[in-house]
């Protein structure tokens, strides 16, 4: 007996309690979005070099701090052997980018982080509709994904952002993700 097809996903816990959530229609949009943001956390601890936010941000902040403004982009591109692959790499790709047109304050980094993390979870919502695409039905699969993508639009990510950039302080409460007892149980 299968306890469903996201058990067998090839991918992260954090990604397997998202489709496990999306895939059932128990869960609403905001317990999908409860699941996202933890699963990217765990995203940018594994794929994401220890000392590269720091590096960027210091960089931009010497620029903040120059009196003549100068082009980092070449600085920027010498990290590039640290951003290791995934979700690094993306962000230093939007950093440059951003950087071309004369921007590297820390709201442009800030900017560059958001779109990094919806990029991959954009990613992730594809995974779980190729997986559900293989191991269920194709109208399951389309309908899991549709439910991902609406929780992504509703998670806090800009807010998880600046909390991994350390531009603001980290909530010591975080939501539960597992109902505790009976008086938790499907919203209505």
Not at 25 to 38: D, H, N, Q, W, Y
Not at 123 to 131: C, K, M, P, T, Y
């Amino acid at each position: 007996m299968s306890d469903g097809p996201h058990r067998s996903l090839p991918m992260r816990g954090g990604w397997r309690r998202v489709a496990e959530r999306a895939a059932n229609p128990a869960f609403v949009c905001e317990e999908i979005s409860s699941a996202i943001i933890p699963a990217l956390e765990q995203d940018c601890r594994a794929e994401m070099e220890s000392g590269l936010i720091d590096d960027i941000c210091d960089l931009a902040r010497e620029r903040e701090s120059s009196l003549f403004r100068e082009d980092i982009r070449h600085q920027l591109e010498g990290l590039r052997r640290a951003t290791g692959c995934g979700i690094g790499r993306v962000f230093l790709d939007n950093v440059i980018q951003l950087s071309a047109v004369g921007a590297a304050e820390l709201d442009v980094i800030a900017r560059a982080m958001t779109a990094a993390l919806i990029d991959r979870a954009a990613r992730g919502a594809r995974q779980v509709e190729e997986h559900y695409c293989r191991n269920s039905t194709m109208s399951r699969a389309i309908d899991t994904r549709s439910r991902i993508d609406q929780a992504i639009s509703a998670s806090p990510i800009e807010a998880l952002a600046r909390q991994l950039l350390k531009m603001e302080v980290r909530r010591s409460e975080r939501p539960a993700l597992r109902q505790q007892g009976l008086d938790d149980g499907v919203r209505l």
